[in-house]
């Protein structure tokens, strides 16, 4: 993000001092360099929305526009390796797309600037001025920086894709890890009670159902806590089937953190662990809390069992992949890649004294929708 900014700032300089330039005259009301400021910065922040989403026939064509204001030509074009995918200006689009080196070059009246992600050439953006118009280094630096500001929300996209592309992976790991010893589990609770009571299996089979729905759904990234937690429910009441009076669930949330959205699957997996982990090796009851308190602008949810616990150097060992499973690691390596770095898990945990793991999320985060 911090280059980003740093091409914009380039391009709204520049382009406030070529308009400076053209604008200058008694005649107007406004300043010149605060219109082209104004102008500048309009028009390179209208590209972004659009250059996120890749270099492809639509969204170049709906930038094409902004980037020709913002680099004053007769005429801007935006190509990929092998076709024109967006043009505006005067007279017809040519029919090929600019030869692009590895630099900013001067062709005739036009001057062609390379679209580089990640070291490699993906297209070119060319601007053609007035046969009749001296070109000025200006000029080449203004298409420049904006060829630079269009490899910069390219990469970006590519980025985010890579990342969800990741994310999805992640998520299909645990699932396929939770697969297994839940449904074994849960099915045998169920069998338990067919001939005994034989209501309770029907409800124990629905709320079984209802959960790995939930669980192995594909087609959503992101839910709210709400939602995660109403399937949380659904899954300890599996639990409860099988162990009876030895697991005692408390559940305190703050009402108004419901709606923060997170990962699917980012609370389950804990729950599970203080499960398997704190009541299955526990003698006699066991308690499993879930809190949620308001910390403003964040959340902060945390998962406690009075279990055997462990010591330090299992719990990072835990928090960084190295244990037995890759519930914690992966839930915050999901969270850190979907909030950054100052959000995710903490683990703090004694032998003998219980395990409690904290999630950090924002109440918002712009992009982060639930499906």
Not at 55 to 80: F, G, K, S, Y
Request: net charge negative.
């Amino acid at each position: 993000m911090d280059v980003v900014l740093g091409v914009l700032l380039g391009v709204v300089l520049t382009a406030s001092a070529v308009a400076l330039g053209r604008l200058a005259s008694p005649r107007r009301v406004l300043s010149p360099g605060e219109e082209g400021v104004r102008a500048a910065l309009h028009a390179a922040a209208a590209t972004l929305p659009h250059l996120r989403r890749g270099l492809t026939r639509e969204p170049a064509e709906n930038a094409v526009e902004h980037l020709h204001a913002l680099t004053q030509a007769n005429a801007v074009l935006i190509a990929d390796c092998d076709q024109v995918l967006a043009y505006s200006g005067d007279g017809p689009p040519p029919n090929e797309p600019p030869r692009a080196g590895k630099r900013v070059a001067v062709e005739g009246h036009a001057i062609v600037a390379p679209l580089v992600v990640q070291d490699r050439r993906i297209g070119a953006l060319a601007a053609y001025y007035d046969p009749e118009r001296r070109l000025r280094p200006e000029d080449t630096r203004v298409v420049s920086e904006v060829a630079a500001l269009v490899s910069a929300q390219v990469e970006l996209s590519a980025l985010a894709a890579q990342e969800e592309r990741l994310a999805q992976a992640e998520l299909r790991a645990l699932r396929a890890q939770i697969s297994p010893h839940f449904i074994y589990n849960a099915l045998a609770a169920v069998a338990n009670s067919i001939h005994t009571r034989p209501d309770e299996a029907r409800e124990l089979l629905t709320e079984f159902a209802e959960f790995t729905r939930y669980a192995f759904r594909g087609n959503r990234s992101y839910v709210t806590l709400a939602d995660e937690l109403h399937y949380v429910q659904k899954y300890l009441r599996l639990e409860q089937a099988r162990f009876g009076e030895r697991l005692d669930v408390r559940v305190n949330v703050a009402p108004e953190v419901l709606t923060a959205v997170v990962p699917v699957l980012s609370v389950q997996p804990l729950v599970e662990n203080a499960v398997r982990h704190g009541v299955e090796k526990a003698v006699g009851q066991c308690r499993v809390e879930i809190l949620g308190a308001d910390l403003d602008a964040d959340v902060e949810l945390t998962v406690k069992d009075g279990g055997a616990g462990m010591s330090e150097e299992d719990a990072a060992a835990a928090l960084e992949g190295r244990g037995q499973g890759i519930g914690l690691a992966n839930v915050h390596a999901r969270l850190q890649s979907t909030f950054g770095p100052e959000y995710g898990l903490e683990v703090e945990s004694r032998p003998g004294e219980g395990t409690a793991v904290r999630i950090l999320v924002p109440k918002f985060r712009a992009g982060v929708r639930a499906a």
